[in-house]
């Protein structure tokens, strides 16, 4: 089974920007982000390809966060920009095999980072 490690979340005002990571012991097809913002559900934020590259982003973030990757340090992560209250919560990275159903189908998970924006 794979290991996940997520790192870099922290305390921020809107506007901030943060980088997240998380270090895969074994990579997955795709990788991607979730959150989940207190007494809501966990949802999708983005994901991509491990070799491919291809992204794809939740409408919530996309063009404000950039998904990446480095394959060379099994390094996932999370470029998030102008951060704004609503993006607060526990933010974990994941892995999925299935190559179809954009957002969806990750069945291995990382313990998760906190983020908090504050306005």
């Known amino acids: 089974q794979a290991q996940l490690v997520e790192s870099g979340g922290g305390s921020v005002q809107a506007g901030a920007s943060l980088r997240l990571s998380c270090v895969v012991s074994?990579?997955?097809?795709?990788m991607g982000w979730l959150r989940q913002a207190p007494g809501k559900e966990r949802e999708f934020v983005a994901e991509?390809?491990?070799?491919?590259?291809?992204?794809y982003y939740s409408r919530s973030v996309k063009n404000r966060y950039i998904i990446s990757r480095n394959t060379a340090k099994n390094t996932l992560y999370l470029q998030m920009n102008n951060l704004k209250p609503d993006d607060t919560g526990v933010y974990y990275c994941?892995?999925?095999?299935?190559?179809?159903?954009?957002?969806?189908?990750?069945?291995?998970w990382g313990q998760g980072t906190q983020v908090t924006v504050s306005s």
């Open positions: 991509i390809v491990w070799n491919g590259g291809f992204t």
């Open positions: 994941a892995g999925k095999d299935n190559p179809g159903n954009p957002g969806g189908s990750f069945k291995e």
């Open positions: 074994r990579p997955s097809f795709a």
